[in-house]
């Protein structure tokens, strides 16, 4: 057998592997043409539109959220992107390759390597993938405005942060110039802690505990940190502290309730956790892991040497930040969290799994097999065999076939009909009429794309502030004549896939 035979076999996994994720990735960026705004989409537009940006930022901020970044993302984009139902197509694409490259980054100032190695961003785009294949509501995690600019694009600004911070680092111990990253990494941090709790939590979490680490080397090495971690400190308080949290929360009746908090908590984490590791996907990319671990490691300058009670506290981390993280919607709302909170806890957990099966695999994987890769046969068929595999349970995931049908049959059928109403409610306009209804969308929906709509009610919130955005004075659908159609796709319904348990009241 030619010695050549394992390398081929591995540059063919390889070559595999990434057009099987790059597949995923571009599948999901093409149904972002059909994604339309809903509910909160139209408040914000409309609310900017009428006070200003500014001084309705403000009024957000005193009145429902402290999320001073997200809500800027929110009511900043539409007015970059050519106005609220134009840019709409484009958010997908955006998020997207924005997380592959926050993901290719962090990786290439892991392992000290090129950004736009081969190994980096066939990694980037696995991950990138695995992510969005294990999302429980694409349609409010990626397709919908109003959770994407907060929980998305926080995701990829943790990423990002937990890159400059590895850049940082590198700088200290080279004696360079630190203005850059640090300057980068403070905007970064003021970013993320202002996006949503969960990445105020992990922003702030990630920087206590390099300050700690750097304060056993003394002052001199820990005073970068010490202004991170003032700034992180200072940007939660004004997400904490912010008067429309206490208005938003007051609307909840279990909230504040520290038993049920953390009863449902750990109830919460021992019903997620389970289910997400049990996605054949998820399962499958873990197997995966050690092999693109020892080519990151091959490819890279850095020599990673992780000790055991480091294995134990990767591994402590990613058991138990999922419930730690669910702690603070719970306390709040005092019940299950919306879908895109639990997606973004998924990706911390993602996150710390992967890194932890990755630390792991370094520290238990043989010299030979880290310098030569899958230089053996039957190790490069095991690769071969892993990637098979994965493109397999791809296939056969829910998620991916559910957007495969909505690409080729509903979410085209979807999208004409809200053009349609666009149409009405323009002609409406021209004759000056004030009172609109619109038909009720008789077909199936979209699972991928499809959120949330107005309703037959006209002074349904949603309803008001779809009026208000196209200059009417009332409009509400007319009722369905048939009961909403649901995609005939049916996945495997494991935890994953499942309905939430019903919370008890």
């Known amino acids: 057998m030619s010695t050549t035979f394992p390398a081929r076999l591995e540059k063919i996994s390889l070559t595999l592997l990434a057009l099987i994720t790059l597949a995923v990735i571009l599948l999901f960026i093409a149904l972002g043409q059909y994604a339309h705004p809903s509910a909160d989409d139209f408040c914000m537009a409309e609310g900017v539109r009428r006070e200003g940006l500014w001084p309705h930022l403000w009024h957000h901020y005193q009145e429902w959220s402290g999320r001073y970044s997200g809500n800027a993302f929110y009511a900043i984009y539409p007015l970059l992107s050519g106005g609220l139902i134009y840019g709409y197509k484009f958010i997908a694409l955006l998020l997207l390759l924005s997380l592959f490259t926050a993901a290719a980054f962090f990786l290439s100032r892991l392992f000290l390597t090129r950004m736009n190695g081969w190994p980096v961003v066939i990694t980037a785009l696995l991950f990138t993938a695995v992510y969005v294949l294990g999302l429980r509501s694409p349609a409010s995690s990626l397709y919908w405005m109003a959770g994407s600019l907060s929980y998305l694009t926080a995701n990829i600004l943790l990423l990002l942060m937990a890159g400059l911070m590895l850049q940082l680092t590198d700088r200290q111990h080279e004696g360079k110039g630190l203005a850059l990253p640090l300057a980068a990494s403070l905007l970064v941090v003021l970013l993320a802690v202002g996006a949503n709790e969960t990445g105020m939590l992990m922003t702030a979490a990630a920087v206590t505990a390099m300050l700690l680490a750097r304060l056993r080397k003394g002052w ?21 502290f912010a008067p429309g949290n206490t208005v938003r929360e007051s609307t909840f009746r279990y909230g504040h309730d520290l038993v049920r908090a953390i009863k449902g908590s750990l109830g919460m984490g021992a019903w997620t956790m389970p289910g997400w590791v049990q996605n054949p996907v998820f399962l ?132 004409n009909y809200i053009q349609q109403r666009y149409a009405l409610i323009e002609d409406a306009n021209q004759r000056g009429k004030r009172r609109l209804i619109v038909p009720a969308f008789e077909g199936e929906r979209p699972r991928t794309v499809y959120f949330n709509d107005i309703m037959p009610l006209s002074h349904d919130w949603r309803n008001i502030c779809y009026a208000r955005y196209f200059d009417l004075d009332l409009i509400k659908r007319k009722r369905s004549q048939n009961k909403p159609q649901k995609s005939k796709v049916r996945p495997p319904s494991p935890a994953w896939t499942q309905a939430p348990p019903e919370e008890e009241p």
């Open 220 to 240: 001199r090495a820990a005073w970068p940190w010490l202004v991170l971690f003032a700034i992180a400190a200072a940007c939660s308080a004004i997400v904490y």
């Open 284 to 415: 499958l990319a873990t197997m995966l892991t050690p092999f693109m671990a020892a080519l990151l490691a091959r490819s890279g300058m850095r020599q990673f040497q992780p000790r055991k009670q480091h294995l134990a506290l990767f591994a402590l981390a990613t058991l138990l930040l999922p419930i730690l993280l669910e702690f603070p919607a719970w306390w709040a709302i005092g019940g299950w969290p919306p879908v895109r909170t639990v997606d973004a806890i998924y990706f911390v957990f993602l996150c710390t799994w992967l890194f932890t099966v990755g630390a792991f695999s370094l520290y238990f994987m043989p010299n030979s097999w880290r310098e030569n890769g899958s230089a053996r046969p039957w190790t490069a068929g095991i690769f071969l065999a892993g990637v098979a595999l994965f493109a397999l349970a791809i296939y056969t995931n829910g998620k991916f076939q559910h957007a495969i049908m909505d690409w080729q049959q509903t979410a085209p059928v979807f999208n």
